[in-house]
């Protein structure tokens, strides 16, 4: 245990560390960080210091918020006894807090805009006492379970309002997955395939784009409990270079299918297209459940395509909605 103590210590120095390089100068997805072994939450508008918790060990529970650029300050203090972090608006707060120990690591980023992040505190708990959620849902739950309710410690942007900050770690895990999978293939029931290994897929902004725009208007268009997933269209925010560029493909005979552009994938809830449940395993284990001779584990597994984008959406329903496009380039 003193052991494991001393582990979650280090790691909590270095994210003290590095502090003065994660702070939001413009409007920024704040990533949300869940350390397994000490239970703390973490937040961070650095993308490389996310990437390397998750290196550690730390699990990646997606965009928290979106971080104005300006605003009224959002405290950070660190508890070196404890190796956790605290956030608060109050500089009376911050002040008891420092006093009593904590280490002030200056302004974390700024509270403004219309979406409330709930703070709740676990009275059990050595380290990460405190949860801070967007999400009310969850936020009640924990009171539920014995957690006490301390209302709303600041405001952020809902990311699903700015598109163009949504977290691009969602898409180098659904890529990383990907690519695992593609690289046990050697062949395709249904495809002209030769037995090699189907070669690594990379992102591409266009593509990435394209993605976005198809997971933006099918999220507009589902409405109550139902989700509006169809190919129609599916060319809307398609760059001119990836029309028809399957065929172009030096991998493409006259045997074979250019199955693709897109695959579509939508699920409701608090972990929808998270861990085991996402959209790519789903595409890909389709395929064994799938009626007919398609699913889009085809689309995914094409022998043609050498790059993809990912784009992801959230309807008023509550519905999350991905999308993927494949092309060659």
Same mark, same amino acid.
């Given at each position: 245990m003193?052991?494991?103590k001393r582990l979650i210590s280090i790691v909590s120095i270095l994210l003290s560390l590095s502090i003065a390089t994660s702070i939001a100068h413009a409007d920024s997805g704040m990533y949300r960080m869940y350390n397994p072994n000490s239970g703390e939450h973490f937040y961070t508008a650095s993308q490389a210091e996310a990437e390397y918790l998750q290196k550690? %060990? +730390?699990?990646? @529970? &997606? !965009?928290? #918020?979106?971080?104005?650029?300006?605003?009224?300050k959002v405290y950070r203090l660190y508890n070196p006894n404890a190796g956790d972090h605290h956030y608060t608006v109050s500089s009376f707060e911050k002040d008891s807090l420092?006093?009593?120990?904590?280490?002030d690591e200056g302004v974390g980023w700024y509270s403004a805009g219309t979406l409330p992040v709930f703070r709740s505190y676990n009275p059990n708990a050595e380290a990460g006492a405190h949860n801070y959620t967007s999400h009310q849902f969850?936020?009640?739950?924990?009171?539920?379970? %014995? +957690?006490?309710? @301390? &209302? !709303?410690? #600041?405001?952020?942007i809902d990311p699903n309002a700015q598109p163009h900050l949504r977290n691009p770690l969602d898409s180098t895990e659904r890529l990383n997955t990907l690519n695992r999978l593609r690289s046990t293939l050697r062949k395709d029931v249904l495809t002209a395939g030769d037995g090699a290994v189907r070669a690594a897929l990379s992102l591409?902004?266009?593509?990435?784009?394209?993605?976005?725009?198809?997971?933006?208007?099918?999220?507009?268009?589902?409405?109550?409990q139902s989700v509006h997933l169809s190919h129609e269209n599916n060319k809307n925010g398609?760059?001119?270079?990836?029309?028809?560029?399957?065929?172009?493909?030096?991998?493409?005979?006259?045997?074979?299918?250019?199955?693709?552009?897109?695959?579509?994938?939508?699920?409701?809830?608090?972990?929808?297209?998270?861990?085991?449940?996402?959209?790519?395993?789903?595409?890909?284990?389709?395929?064994?459940?799938?009626?007919?001779?398609?699913?889009?584990?085809l689309v995914l597994s094409s022998p043609l395509a050498n790059c993809i984008g990912f784009g992801v959406s959230k309807a008023a329903n509550g519905a999350i909605i991905v999308a993927a496009e494949i092309a060659y380039r």
């Open positions: 003193k052991t494991k550690k %060990g +730390w699990n990646y @529970e &997606g !965009i928290g #918020w979106i971080a104005p650029d300006t605003g009224e420092i006093r009593m120990g904590w280490q969850e936020a009640q739950s924990l009171v539920n379970v %014995g +957690w006490h309710d @301390e &209302g !709303i410690s #600041w405001y952020g591409n902004a266009d593509l990435t784009n394209w993605a976005q725009i198809r997971a933006d208007e099918i999220a507009e268009k589902s409405t109550g398609m760059p001119a270079w990836a029309n028809a560029s399957l065929f172009r493909s030096p991998n493409y005979d006259n045997k074979s299918i250019a199955w693709g552009p897109e695959a579509l994938y939508y699920e409701f809830g608090v972990d929808a297209d998270k861990g085991f449940n996402n959209a790519v395993n789903f595409w890909w284990n389709e395929y064994y459940t799938a009626y007919g001779n398609y699913s889009h584990y």
